[in-house]
């Protein structure tokens, strides 16, 4: 077995390469909506799908226990090349937005042996110094959340087919898998649970401690990829209202939501100085007062500062999503670690739906104050993480 030090890098490597799928069809979405005629919901319809391909996803693998009693390596290295398969299929000449929908869908179903596993991975690997490894994790997630949109720059010139995005991710998510069969066996602390147990899922909840931090995390996510899914919109909206702004929407909507990757890194060496509680809070606040801030910073006229603003809120909208996943970690019994995980995440995923479909909704009648409503999020996110003091 390799040292867990040679481990974390492929893991993270893996993550990265694999999470690109997310956000491949946003990436795209212009061209999908010439080539195959969508309207203008299209946008929150694709996203949610994704969304709720992963949430059905993790209530399965949660329900059937799939992360605590078989092999995490092969587990992710099987949802990858699924994954794979079904973001090609958005390449086809033939699609129609039900098929999108439905690619998309299946594209989140794999993620769901992806990103809650790759975390499953990481705490069989890290008993101490669990907040860093997920931190850069989760670092990993957001680049790859990200790169699409870095491939998409190439495309301006058209140097690149927009398809060749969609072949590239997918190119992507197979070698990440395979990285992660070949060269990351079963953690040193890892303990397989042999017996399907139906009562699994529903006693995941039952610390205290737990609810605490699945409450902060499900405030954090109202906020996050609704964010995530509206900065390519956000910024084409501007250049509409500012016309004589000059900027790349690709180029800046892969840094203002890569950026987060750096701050998931930093955040997990924060909070072995401030703790996790309050490294995580801090970072909810202040993207909480973002959504607040967000309509008076879009309508003032230089395309700088809203870009700056943007940024730090890439920052801090992602910086406590792996110090959330921590505190799971931390919390849940170690026989069903993987399952305390994913059905955090999968109640997490079904409420960034909600989020979505209501700006993509309230978007279309005031796109200017729609934002600031992602606040409620971190409010309330804030209210459950205090209801435990001390970690």
Same mark, same amino acid.
């Given at each position: ?5 040679? $481990? ?12 690109? #799928? ?36 993790? %209530? ?24 794979? =398969? ?24 794999? #993620? ?25 994790? @989760?670092?990993?997630? =957001? ?31 197979? %070698? ?7 060269? =990351? ?48 919109? $956000? ?23 890569? $950026? ?25 606040? %202040?993207?909480? #007062?973002?959504? $607040? ?21 890439? @920052? ?24 305390? #995980? ?37 409010? %309330? ?11």
């Amino acid at each position: 077995m390799q040292p867990a030090k040679q $481990i974390l890098p492929l893991i993270v490597f893996s993550q990265f390469c694999c999470t690109s #799928l997310w956000f491949a069809g946003n990436a795209v979405m212009p061209e999908l909506y010439l080539n195959f005629n969508l309207n203008d919901e299209a946008l929150g319809h694709l996203t949610s799908a994704v969304q709720f391909g992963f949430i059905f996803g993790t %209530l399965i693998f949660a329900f059937l226990n799939l992360a605590d009693r078989f092999s995490p390596s092969k587990l992710f290295f099987i949802s990858a090349v699924f994954g794979a =398969v079904f973001n090609l299929g958005i390449i086809l000449e033939n699609n129609s937005l039900n098929t999108l929908l439905l690619l998309r869908f299946l594209t989140g179903f794999s #993620l769901a042996g992806i990103y809650p596993v790759g975390m499953k991975i990481a705490a069989d690997y890290y008993d101490k110094g669990l907040g860093k490894s997920l931190g850069y994790l @989760v670092g990993a997630l =957001v680049l790859g959340t990200a790169f699409p949109h870095f491939l998409k720059t190439f495309t301006g010139a058209e140097n690149l087919p927009w398809r060749w995005v969609i072949i590239a991710t997918s190119g992507f998510a197979f %070698l990440g898998g395979l990285l992660i069969l070949l060269f =990351v066996p079963n953690g040193p602390f890892r303990k397989a649970k042999r017996k399907f147990k139906t009562d699994a899922i529903f006693s995941v909840f039952k610390n205290k401690n737990l609810r605490s931090a699945a409450f902060g995390y499900f405030g954090h996510m109202w906020e996050l990829y609704t964010f995530w899914a509206f900065v390519p919109i $956000i910024l084409a909206a501007y250049k509409i209202s500012f016309s004589d702004s000059n900027f790349y929407i690709p180029f800046w909507s892969f840094i203002i939501i890569g $950026i987060g990757g750096l701050s998931c890194v930093l955040g997990g060496y924060i909070s072995e100085i401030f703790g996790v509680i309050r490294t995580a809070a801090t970072a909810l606040l %202040l993207s909480g #007062l973002c959504c $607040i801030i967000f309509p008076f910073v879009f309508l003032q006229p230089s395309a700088s500062i809203l870009i700056a603003f943007l940024c730090f809120w890439g @920052v801090v909208v992602v910086a406590d999503s792996p110090l959330f996943s921590t505190l799971v970690a931390g919390n849940a019994p170690p026989e069903i670690k993987g399952t305390a #995980l994913t059905i955090v995440n999968s109640i997490g995923f079904a409420i960034t739906i909600g989020s979505i479909q209501l700006i993509t909704y309230l978007n279309q009648i005031e796109p200017v104050y729609s934002m600031s409503l992602l606040a409620f999020g971190p409010v %309330l996110g804030l209210w459950g993480l205090f209801q435990k003091k001390k970690v």
